[in-house]
């Protein structure tokens, strides 16, 4: 298993990344990763003024694949996420959706899978991937962006058993991730999560000919997951829905009027976050419900 170690980082999704490791489809890898902060956030109450910001959402990679190729789709089953110790946090005013006085740099335990919180609260753990992407056909995005390459997704279910599909645009995909939390609410709503360092185990296999996967996509062990992003939550949450409606004309063969009604029955349309400069959501819609035939 090759190791991708956490130093080898960058904070813009696009073509020119150079590759930190090379390795081919099928293969196993582990990403080392730092926090979003990276590690700069390391003393509860500290100021947050002393942050070098413009180092935020280190993404470490990029990762060249030697099979794939535009066009192809690449899989991303996330095998493990180990976690720190610690995590840090920061709540201020203008970040996120509330108004909050003053800067607030906090840091929480993490014992025996619970985060220690303030007034003897205390959350189990669920670890997942903030950032997570490939690099877009041209352009550079900014890791704090996310989009139709993946990028800073905070989608809560990017955790150890959950698939990935992320398109191929350049050769050799260069993909790579970051951002870790031990555990986000959908919405993300105070700009940050619990902020871990960590580890990611990985495996990363290249699809050809596979035109009906609606990338970025998710497939967890209960459901199928698609996802959109834009500026616009209005927008966002009707691509993410849209995506849907034909993933499951195409795969479960229903027309546009019974996708579209079974949807609205048992598909869940949320909202993963609200604090990026895109905004994100997602369709949510159970497996085998529709007898739809998807791994093939
Ligand atoms: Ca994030
Ligand atoms: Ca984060």
Redesign the pocket.
């Known amino acids: 298993m090759q190791t991708i170690q956490k130093e080898r980082v960058h904070f813009a999704f696009c073509p020119e990344q150079p590759p930190q490791a090379r390795g081919r489809s099928g293969e196993i890898f582990l990403f080392e990763c730092q926090d ?1 902060y990276c590690g700069q956030l390391n003393e509860d109450g500290m100021d947050f003024s002393q942050m070098d910001m413009s180092r935020n ?1 280190p993404a470490t990679g990029p990762l060249y694949i030697e099979d794939a190729m535009p066009g192809d789709i690449l899989r991303v089953e996330i095998l493990d996420i180990k976690i720190a110790a610690e995590g840090a946090m920061c709540a201020r005013d203008g970040a996120g959706v509330y108004q909050i006085e003053g800067c607030h740099c906090r840091r929480f335990s993490v014992e025996q899978g619970e985060i220690l919180f303030d007034k003897g609260i205390r959350l189990p753990v669920r670890p997942m991937i ?2 997570i992407g490939t690099a877009p056909a041209q352009g550079s995005v900014p890791s ?1 962006w ?1 989009g139709e390459h993946g990028g ?3 989608i809560r279910e990017l955790n150890a058993g959950t698939t990935l599909y992320l398109p191929v645009n350049v050769p050799g995909a260069l993909l790579s991730m970051g ?1 870790l ?1 031990a555990l ?1 609410g959908d919405g ?1 709503t105070a700009i ?2 619990l ?1 871990m360092e960590g580890q990611v185990t990985v495996k990363a296999d290249v699809l050809k000919g596979r035109k009906d996967i609606p990338t970025p996509f998710l497939t967890t062990k209960t459901h199928y997951i698609t996802t959109a992003a834009d500026p616009s939550l209005d927008v966002c949450n009707v691509k993410a829905a849209r995506k849907m409606h034909r993933f499951l004309q195409e795969h479960a063969g229903l027309t546009d009027a019974q996708a579209g009604l079974l949807l609205s029955l048992a598909g869940d349309l949320r909202v993963s ?1 609200v ?2 400069p895109a905004k994100g959501c997602m369709m949510v819609f159970p497996r085998g419900l529709a007898g739809e035939q998807f791994d093939r």
């Open positions: 979003c959402n903030g950032v704090t996310p800073n997704l905070d951002d939390h986000q993300e940050c999560a902020e976050q604090v990026n």
